[in-house]
Nanobody
C-alpha cells in the first residue's frame, strides 16, 4: 500500500521560512516522481515543484522560483520542500503526490496535506 505523509506545516510570518517533509512508503523513488502541490481556499489544487525518478526538477509555478526548492533523500524515502521568503499568497494546504511522471495537476497517490499559513 502506498502512503504519503506530509509534515512541517504551520503558521509563519511573511518573509519567513518553512520546510515541509513528505514521507513515502510502498513505492520506489526509482519508479515514481514526487511532486508538491497546494490548494488555497476557493482555488483549484496546483502543482508547485516536482522531482522525477531521475532527479530532474520541474517548476509548475513561476511564483515560487528563487524561493522554493525541492530535494529528496532516497535512502529515507523522503522528499522535502524548502520554502523561503514566504508570502501571504503562499497560504494553502500543501500536498505531496506521487506518479510516474511530473504532472502539474495530477498524481496517482496523494498525502493528506499540511496547512501552511503565512501572516502578513
Amino acid at each position: 500500500e502506498v502512503q504519503l505523509v506530509e509534515s512541517g506545516g504551520g503558521l509563519v510570518q511573511a518573509g519567513g521560512s518553512l520546510r515541509l517533509s513528505c514521507a513515502a512508503s510502498g513505492l520506489s523513488f526509482d519508479d515514481y516522481a514526487i511532486g508538491w502541490f497546494r490548494q488555497a481556499p476557493g482555488k483549484e489544487r496546483e502543482g508547485v515543484l516536482c522531482i522525477s525518478s531521475g532527479d530532474s526538477i520541474t517548476f509548475h509555478s513561476d511564483s515560487v522560483k528563487d524561493r522554493f526548492t525541492i530535494s529528496s533523500d532516497k535512502a529515507k524515502n523522503m522528499v522535502y520542500l524548502q520554502m523561503n521568503s514566504l508570502k501571504a499568497e503562499d497560504t494553502a494546504v500543501y500536498y505531496c503526490g506521487a506518479d510516474h511522471f511530473c504532472l502539474s495537476g495530477y498524481a496517482q497517490y496523494w498525502g493528506q496535506g499540511t496547512q501552511v499559513t503565512v501572516s502578513s
